[in-house]
């Protein structure tokens, strides 16, 4: 029997002093963990015979939403439900816990509503998103692109995040490559005060701040559809932006031609906001992606640097338009694998 703990709703709390929302999820803490130290025993989802997210090992997953290609057994793709979600998908239509009714004295409350979806990658268990053919990674560009649009046909979902945690350290808890999918019914503070300030930008200027890159030292590569660019404040060292030329608003708004060829990385959903300390200037990081790049194979260039212990890198597809994506090499025996 679950405890009053467990079986509690989630809730979302906004603070007072912080202006921060927080979800507050019980089931989340029932979730597995294949980290529990920085050097743990194999875990039994480890093996390709005992992951839930292995082709084959479906009836162990949480309910499906869809899959890539539609009703094979040979999928691609598969979208989830997540079996321990941070909110709940049910309605509570009894909850005196509304927005309008939960203001607190030291903030406020909402009931927990919305969406949290797994999308599995692949159906290998051995293989990570940077070894996927650009025609695969594709296949999850699509899956994002269609689950986004069923969840913004919900009037109650203002924001809808994609985000991927890769190892112990992202707080990955399923070695099996996936990603994430979040629908808020609030939009969080942080993405207003950038829209915000992107108001102000063009207010002022007349110019959209993603569209102008303010200097050209800054600018990594370029394609027909895309741009990839050094951010003027980077938050972090070798911090890099993709973005559409075209002033689209959303994500789901792409055509198909513009999203097929073009790999991206993801963000994780709770990096925190505020004063960056960062040791390496745009400019300078952005010179460094622009030309110290060496060819491995015959199809992209790559170029690599060290961080925190780890192999870092970029690398650049010209077969499809010279995009860019970032990646990590795991160890000496994959580092010299095409990613």
Known sequence: MASPVESRRPELRKDSVTNRWVIFSPARA?????????????????????CPFCIGQ????????????????????????????????DKDLDSSTSLSSGSLLWGCLLDGYGFHDVIIESPVHSVHLSDLTPEDVAQVLFAYKKRILQLASDDSIKYVQVF?????????????????????????????????????????????????????????????????????????????????????????????EKIVPHLSGVGGFELGTGCYINPVFPEDAAKVMREDIYYLGSTSTIMRWT??????????????????YMIGARDQHTKNKRM
Request: glycine letters at 4%; one cysteine or more.
């Open 307 to 324: 961080q925190h212990d780890m192999d870092m890198g970029i690398a650049l597809d010209k077969e499809s338009g010279s995009t860019c």
């Open 164 to 256: 991927k945690n890769h190892g112990a350290s992202a707080g990955a808890s399923m070695t099996h490559s996936h990603s994430q999918m979040v629908g808020l019914p609030v939009i969080p503070p942080s993405v207003t005060t950038r829209l915000d300030s992107m108001k102000q930008y063009f207010n002022e200027t007349g110019k959209c701040s993603i569209c102008h890159v303010p200097t050209k030292d800054l600018l990594v590569d370029e394609s027909v559809h895309f741009i990839s660019v050094v951010p003027y404040a980077a938050s972090f060292p070798f911090e890099l932006w993709i973005v559409p030329r075209d002033h689209v608003s959303h994500f789901h708004e792409l055509d198909q």
């Open 30 to 50: 029932k979730r597995p963990s294949d980290f529990k130290s920085k050097s743990p025993a194999p875990s039994s989802t480890d093996s390709p015979q005992t």
């Open 58 to 89: 479906e009836h162990h997953c949480a309910p499906e939403i869809f899959r890539f290609p539609p009703q094979n057994p040979d999928w691609k793709v598969r979208v989830i439900q997540n079996l321990y979600p941070a909110l709940s998908r």
